[in-house]
T-cell receptor, first 112, second 113 residues
Framework: SQQGEEDPQALSIQEGENATMNCSYK?????LQWYRQNSGRGLVHLIL?????REKHSGRLRVTLDTSKKSSSLLITASRAADTASYFC????????????FGKGTTLSVSS | GAVVSQHPSRVICKSGTSVKIECRSL??????MFWYRQFPKKSLMLMAT?????????EQGVEKDKFLINHASLTLSTLTVTSAHPEDSSFYIC?????????FGQGTRLTVV
């Protein structure tokens, strides 16, 4: 099952530009997490935002969460070619011990 | 360092054979682990929840006789793809949840020829 829906599905930008990805979900959550995946590789955890938080920063990453709209955004500032990857949001639903449910992902291409 | 280790990272097998994938939690005990499958250019789809000491819980559409899950200890869950066919070729990833976050294995790229 999938809960999160990301948009856009694909995003191409130039180095130095900002990249914004959005994620929507359907059910109540404990937290929402963003992951990065390079082609054919495992997942890299980027940031976790709890349901009672509205914004969180980590380096060049900024995540917002709007529980009333059931949506989140991931902003990558001053993008680099190394940021090229797929980005997924994943929600941790209210029940303890439940699996993370992933969105469809956004494929980001940063060209130099 | 990795707290969830998945092995093998890559496997090629012939049609009709079975393949076992291991998922180990290294720094903590995991009563529950999760198995995901990812098709090329797609997202991770939850296949099943592996419960230590009891039967796994499978998501709708996932054949339990095809994807055998064993969670015999608090640190190890295995996924066996039985009688593999080319359509089973995929990227399989396990995860285990610690106190505050989920940890993912490195993934296993299965190719059935």
């Amino acid at each position: 099952s999938q809960q999160g829906e990301e948009d856009p599905q694909a995003l191409s930008i130039q180095e130095g530009e900002n990249a914004t990805m959005n994620c929507s979900y359907k059910t109540s959550i404990n937290n929402l997490q963003w992951y990065r995946q390079n082609s054919g590789r495992g997942l890299v955890h980027l940031i976790l935002i709890r349901s009672n938080e509205r914004e969180k920063h980590s380096g060049r990453l900024r995540v917002t969460l709007d529980t009333s709209k059931k949506s989140s955004s991931l902003l990558i500032t001053a993008s680099r070619a190394a940021d090229t990857a797929s980005y997924f949001c994943a929600t941790d639903q209210s029940q303890a011990g439940t699996a993370l449910i992933f969105g469809k992902g956004t494929t980001l291409s940063v060209s130099s | 360092g990795a707290v969830v280790s998945q092995h093998p990272s890559r496997v090629i097998c012939k049609s009709g054979t079975s393949v076992k994938i291991e998922c180990r939690s290294l720094d903590f005990q995991a009563t529950t682990m999760f198995w995901y499958r990812q098709f090329p250019k797609k997202s991770l789809m939850l296949m099943a929840t592996s419960n230590e000491g009891s039967k796994a819980t499978y998501e709708q559409g996932v054949e339990k006789d095809k994807f055998l899950i064993n969670h015999a200890s608090l640190t190890l869950s295995t996924l066996t793809v039985t009688s593999a066919h080319p359509e089973d070729s995929s990227f399989y990833i396990c995860s285990a949840t610690g106190l505050t976050e989920a940890f993912f294995g490195q993934g296993t790229r299965l190719t059935v020829v």
